[in-house]
């Protein structure tokens, strides 16, 4: 059922146009594929038949947004057996995803397969096919899987032209020659292990692992041991020769010992830097002189003495500190968000929580208490960020939030790219997504119709020590006075909200899609430094729709295996949100089951008996 939902949502949002133009195209797609059921003996059923819609309801089949043309077809573990007849699965012109792992294929992999121009993803691992590779590859592949067959032959030379090739798995196959020189920069993952190749490892891939090229027993050069140098002919060796590589390599050593010490030196440096510059980033409030608002920077210049003004903790907060310790507190400048800037600060007794300054507050005491209390209650969920306490004076608005140590989605994603940097995977994304989800359906079905978060974006997603997904900066849009000059959600603002300067629940959803195409594509939708602003919708709609779905992903992302599948749904996830029109997205609600039914057919799939969960009509519940 959620399937169909799924499906159904997704066809209200991708235009139907073309429709009679193109069932010409989609039956001649259905008939290779019966040609394929019929001739591919096969232990579990298929329920293809051109009595039921192709695209709706055949097992394993994944058509483009129209529906005019097949475009993946997943069937791992399904108990295929036997060879692929060439002409059938060959014939789908517009395949962009094969995945027939871990069946009983063999015989030879048919030429037409593999040369589809339009695949991109091709997972034929754990079968039994044997010959040998086929020359023309698809010039779009960017992961090839062979492993665990029985190929055999030489790796062909052509995949040196295969520039969108981001990994590639060989291993435990029985091909032999020597590697070719597959200097592809996007290259990331390579896998040529237990095979009979020989020869020296080209110098492009001597940067992939050992166990990249482990089980060769003739291959040699590094990572592996060094090649055997060929037994010196005295006529043409002559000792001076091998004496000058000694003089030469000495002097390497000691040229690289050099750089090595700079190297360290500079590290040191900067090191020593950076603790300067971030000692100075610290603050200690250690008194604040009452109605004194010279320190704007400190979060407590504007408590007033007295009684009155205590901090006000919330029900099942197990704080016991009071307003003297948090002004008494280090504090250090997170960062400056929409409403005010943001403070860590570490009390007394090692303690750490947040401290948001709020400004322009445009409410009095009492209705500022009413909203806290309702913001308290609405927040109470284990995928958003708690609220503690909070404190009101006429001139000082602070809000205790517990600390989150593992930070933002934004800072995970997006800071430091490059050197030393842990990717973020794609279990970690999923989860992440899931959490935030749940954590704004929450919001909105216990909030009520009127009660929104109007600032849903990566910054405002914290992540809990195992990386679920929390949302922060709950029910502070109300309270706010000042409309800013710019619209706070910018990058995220769905277009209504630009004009109209309402949040819906339907615009929080649609802020949501924009963080699921983040997640995807690994770019951010705000404006960095100098740069246009990009609107990422749009363009992931553009690449999509020029079929580069492969394009569209993170380049960290490809590096894991057999996710593409959860990836390319994830996306239809994230589009189905950021649909112009409000009326058709989906409810948050729909959204958490929509992620949810993603998880659970993928783990079916790894389990590898999956048919009735694959079907599109079948109830899926999850464990
Ligand atoms: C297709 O479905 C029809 C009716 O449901 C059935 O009679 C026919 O045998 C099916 N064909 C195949 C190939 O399963
Ligand atoms: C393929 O496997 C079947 C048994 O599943 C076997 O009878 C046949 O000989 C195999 N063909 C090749 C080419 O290995
Ligand atoms: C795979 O095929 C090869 C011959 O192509 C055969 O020797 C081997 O036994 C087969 N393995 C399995 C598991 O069927
Ligand atoms: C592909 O590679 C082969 C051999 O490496 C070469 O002969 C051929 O010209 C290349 N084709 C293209 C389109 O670059
Ligand atoms: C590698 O093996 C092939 C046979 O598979 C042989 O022709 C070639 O000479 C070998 N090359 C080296 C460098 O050993
Ligand atoms: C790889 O190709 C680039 C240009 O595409 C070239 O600059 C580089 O030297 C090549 N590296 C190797 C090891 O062949
Ligand atoms: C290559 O494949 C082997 C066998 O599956 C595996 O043990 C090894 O870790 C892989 N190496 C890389 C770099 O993927």
């Known amino acids: 059922m959620k399937k169909l939902q799924f499906v159904a949502v997704a066809t209200i949002i991708f235009l139907l146009h073309n429709l009679h133009e193109t069932t010409a195209d989609i039956s001649s797609d259905a008939q290779s594929l019966l040609q394929f059921a019929s001739s591919v003996p096969h232990v ?19 058509c483009n947004n129209e529906g005019t043309k097949v475009i ?7 108990g295929l057996f036997g060879p692929i007849p060439p002409n059938t699965i060959g014939k789908l012109d517009s395949l962009r995803i094969l995945s027939l792992r871990s069946n009983f294929l063999n015989g030879s992999l048919p030429t037409d397969i593999i040369s589809i121009p339009s695949l991109q993803f091709l997972y034929l691992e754990n079968n039994n096919f044997s010959g040998e590779i086929p020359l023309s590859v698809s010039p779009q592949i960017t992961n090839l899987d062979l492993s665990f067959n029985s190929f055999t032959g030489n790796i062909p030379e052509t995949l040196k032209n295969l520039t969108r090739l981001t990994s590639l798995n060989l291993q435990f196959n029985s091909f032999s020659g020597s590697v070719p020189d597959l200097n592809i920069t996007r290259l990331r993952l390579l896998n040529v292990s ?9 110098s492009s891939l001597q940067t992939f692992p050992l166990s990249s090229f482990s089980g060769n027993e003739l291959l040699c050069g590094p990572p592996l041991n060094p090649c055997p140098v060929p037994p010196p002919s005295m006529a043409l060796r002559p000792k001076k020769h091998t004496k000058k590589l000694t003089t030469g390599a000495i002097l390497a050593i000691a040229i690289g010992s050099f750089l090595l010490i700079l190297l360290l030196g500079i590290l040191l440096f900067c090191f020593l830097k950076k603790k300067d510059r971030d000692s100075v980033g610290e603050l200690t409030i250690k008194a604040v002189p009452p109605g004194k608002n010279e320190k704007s920077d400190d979060f407590g210049s504007g408590v007033q003495a007295g009684e009155k003004n205590k901090l006000v903790f919330f029900e099942g907060s197990n704080y016991n500190f009071d307003l003297e310790d948090l002004l008494r507190a280090s504090a250090e ?38 909203h806290m209390e309702f913001v308290g209650r609405v927040g109470r969920h284990p995928n958003i960020v708690p609220l503690c306490a909070y404190y009101y004076s006429k001139d000082e608005k602070l809000l205790v939030y517990e600390y989150m140590v593992t930070g933002s989605l934004s800072s995970l994603l997006h800071g430091n790219r490059g050197i030393g940097r842990t990717p973020l995977d794609w279990e970690t994304r999923v989860k992440i997504s899931l959490g935030a989800a749940k954590g704004i359906s929450h ?34 849009a109300p309270l706010i006075n000042v409309l800013p000059t710019k619209p706070r959600c910018i990058g995220y603002c769905a277009p209504e909200v630009i004009e109209t300067r309402k949040f819906t629940h339907k615009s929080d959803v649609y802020s949501f899609g924009v963080l699921l195409l983040e997640l995807l594509t690994g770019k951010s939708p705000l404006p960095s430094g100098h ?25 960290e992302l490809m590096r894991y295996p057999h996710v593409e599948e959860e990836m390319v ?32 057919s993928d783990s079916s799939e790894h389990r590898g008996s999956s048919e009735d969960n694959r079907s599109k009509g079948s109830n899926v519940q999850t464990p």
């Open 531 to 555: 740069e246009e602003v990009v609107d990422l919708p749009r363009w992931v709609r553009s690449v999509v729709r020029e079929e580069w779905t492969a394009e569209v992903f993170d380049e």
């Open 72 to 78: 993946a077809i997943h069937l791992p573990g399904h």
């Open 194 to 202: 237990h095979n009979q190749l020989n020869g020296s490892i080209p």
């Open 44 to 62: 579990r059923q298929l329920n293809w038949n051109s009595t039921i819609p192709i695209c709706k309801s055949w097992v394993g089949i994944t």
């Open 443 to 476: 919001i909105h079905s216990e909030g009520g119709a009127k009660f929104t978060h109007g600032n849903i974006k990566s910054s405002n997603i914290l992540l809990t020590t195992d990386f679920d997904g929390c949302v922060s900066d709950l029910g502070l």
């Open 333 to 370: 400048v997170l960062g400056k968000g929409s409403y005010g800037t943001a403070y860590k600060a570490i009390l007394d007794e090692g303690t750490i929580v947040v401290v948001k300054r709020v400004r322009e507050v445009g409410v009095a005491k009492k209705e500022f208490d009413q």
């Open 569 to 600: 749904q994830m996306l239809q996830i994230g589009l189905a949100c950021v649909t112009r029109v409000p009326d058709n997205r989906p409810s948050m609600e729909e959204v958490v089951k929509m992620i949810v039914d993603l998880r659970s």
